[in-house]
C-alpha cells in the first residue's frame, strides 16, 4: 500500500510540479498570476488528441507538435494581450481578469469540434501496464513521470547553464539593466510565456491517456499547480517543482489512507496554512504580495 | 575632435511633466564629459534618453551618435551600438552571481575566448570582484556594486561609456579607487560621459562640464573654468 501510494503521489506530483513551473515562471517575468495556465493544460490534451488520434502522427511527434503549438500561444498572449494592457498603465488585477476572460475562451473553444463528451485518449505503448518497485501502473502513467522529471532537467540546465536562459532570469529580476546590457527583454518574456504554456500543454496531453480528455481538465489541474507554487514559494523555479511534489504526495497518501473525498479538502487547507504561517513558501519567495 | 554623441534641442516629457527643456550637448571622441546638477535636474533622464532606456514618445529633439540618429532606438538596440551605461543605483543582477553579471554585461558579444580575457582584465582592474566572482551580485557592498556594474558596461567593449552618479552612497575612499579606474578606462581609449552630484570629484576628473539646473543647461566649460567660477563654487562646490 505504502509503496503504491509513494509512486502514485510523485507521478501526479511530477504533473503539479509541471503546471506549478509555468505559474512560477510567468510571475518571474511579468509579475503577474495567469489565469490562462490551468486552460492550456486542457489546449494541450485537445492538441496532443489531434495529433495522435485524429491526425495519426507518432507520439513524439506530436508530443513536441503540442509544445510548438502552445508555445506559439503563450507568445501570442504574451504579445497580443498582457503586453498591450502593461503599455496602457492599466492596474495589474485588470491584466488578470484579462486573463481569466481569455481562459474560458480557450477552455471551450474545443467544443466546437469535439463536443463536451470526455474523449478517450487512445492507449500509446503496447505493453499497456508494467510494475516497477512492485507496483503495477498504466505504462503511461510512468511514461508521464519520466517526461516531467526530464522537461524539468532541461528546464533546469537552459535556464542556468545557457547564455539565453541567463538573460531571461536576468530581464525578469531587472529588465532596465537586462535593456541597458543589450538583451531584448520584449523577446525574452514572450519566450517565458511561451515556455510556460509549453510545459503546461505537455503536462495536458500526458493526462490524457489517465483521465480523458475534456474541456474542464485543466480548470481543477491548474488549480493545483498554483497551490503548488505558493507552497514551494511563489516566482521560485525549484520550490516550484517541490511545492507541486509534496502536493502531490499529500494528496495521495490522504486519499489511500483516509478517503478520497477529504484529498482537495487537505490539499487546500496545506495551502492556506502555507499562506498563513510562511506566505514565503519554502523556497522564502518575497513575491507573494503584489497580486 | 569629431563629435561621437550630441544632443540638438532634446527635450524629455514623463506625460506633461516637462522634465528636460531643450538642452544641447555634445561629447567629443576620447574626452570625458561630466554633467552636474542637482536632485531633479534631469541628469538621469538625459542619460537614459541616450540608451534608450526612457520611453520613447517622451523625447523630442535629436540625440546622434557617431553621425546617427539614434532618440528612437529601444535599448537593446543602442547598447549593440556600442554604448554601455553604468545606471544610477547599480542594477546588479541580484540573484546572479559576479560573474553571470560580467557574462550578461557582454550579452551582444559572440567570441567566447575575448570575452575570457576582458573578464579577466575586469578582474585585474577591480581584484575584490575575483574573490567574489562565484558570490550573488545582491550580496555586494554598495562599492563592490559599483564596480560590478562599471565592470559590466566595459566588457561589453563601448565606444561610449555613461556613467550615472557613481559616487552614490559610497565612502570618500571607495569614491576615490572607483574614480581612478574610470580614469584609467578613459585613457585607455573609452569615451566616458558621467553624471555626478558630487561636483568636487565630478570637476577634477573630467575634461569638461555641463553644469543642468531643472531640466535646462545653465553653463558649461572646461573643469578648470568651471571650477574657478564663482556661481560655481558658491552653488556647487561649497567654498
Ligand atoms: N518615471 C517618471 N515619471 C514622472 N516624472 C519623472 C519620472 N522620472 C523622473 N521624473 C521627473 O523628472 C525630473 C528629472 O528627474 P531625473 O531623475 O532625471 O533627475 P536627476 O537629475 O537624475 O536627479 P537625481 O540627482 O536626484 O538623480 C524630476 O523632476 C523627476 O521627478
Ligand atoms: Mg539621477
Sequence with gaps: MFSYLL???MIIG???????????????ASGLMSFVQGDIITFGAYMGLTFYKVLGLSIYASLFLTFACAFALGIVLEKGVIRVLLNK?????????????????????????????????????????????????????????????????????FMTKTKFGTAMRAAAMDPLAAEACGINTSLSTGVTWGLSAGIASVAGMLLGPMYGVYTMLGATLGRKGFAGAVIGGYGNMYGAMLGGMILGLVETFTAGYWSGTYKNFIAYAILLLFLFIKPTGIFNEQAIQDV | MAKILELVNFHYYYGNIHSVKGIDLHVDEGEMVTLIGANGAGKTTTLQSVSGLTK????????????????????????????????EGRHIFSKLSVEENLIMG??????????KKDMDKVYERFPRLLERREQMGGTLSGG???????????????????LDEPSLGLAP?????????????????????????NSKIALSTANRGYVMQTGEIVMTDTCENLMANAEIKKAYLGV
Design chain 1, 7 to 9: 509512486v502514485n503521489g
Design chain 1, 14 to 28: 511530477g504533473i503539479y510540479g509541471l503546471i506549478a513551473l509555468g505559474y512560477s515562471l510567468i510571475y518571474r
Design chain 1, 89 to 157: 498603465n492599466v492596474m495589474p488585477i485588470y491584466i488578470v481578469l484579462a486573463t481569466i476572460a481569455i481562459s474560458f475562451i480557450i477552455q471551450n473553444a474545443p467544443q466546437a469540434y469535439y463536443g463536451t463528451v470526455t474523449q478517450r485518449f487512445p492507449q500509446v505503448f503496447s505493453k499497456s501496464s508494467i510494475t516497477v518497485f512492485g507496483v503495477t501502473n498504466q505504462t503511461e502513467a510512468y511514461a508521464c513521470f519520466v517526461v516531467s522529471v526530464v522537461l524539468m532537467f532541461a528546464l533546469h540546465i
Design chain 2, 56 to 87: 520613447r514618445r517622451g523625447i523630442e529633439g535629436k540625440i546622434i551618435f557617431q553621425g546617427k540618429e539614434i532618440q528612437s532606438f529601444n535599448g537593446n538596440k543602442v547598447a549593440s551600438l556600442g554604448i554601455a551605461q553604468a545606471l
Design chain 2, 106 to 115: 557582454a550579452y551582444k558579444r559572440k567570441n567566447s575566448v575575448e570575452i
Design chain 2, 144 to 162: 563592490e556594486q559599483q564596480m560590478l556594474a562599471i565592470g559590466r558596461a566595459l566588457i561589453s567593449l563601448p565606444t561610449l561609456m555613461l
Design chain 2, 173 to 197: 575612499l571607495i569614491v576615490k579607487e572607483i574614480f581612478i579606474a574610470v580614469k584609467e578606462i578613459n585613457r585607455e581609449g573609452t569615451t566616458i560621459l558621467f553624471v555626478e552630484q
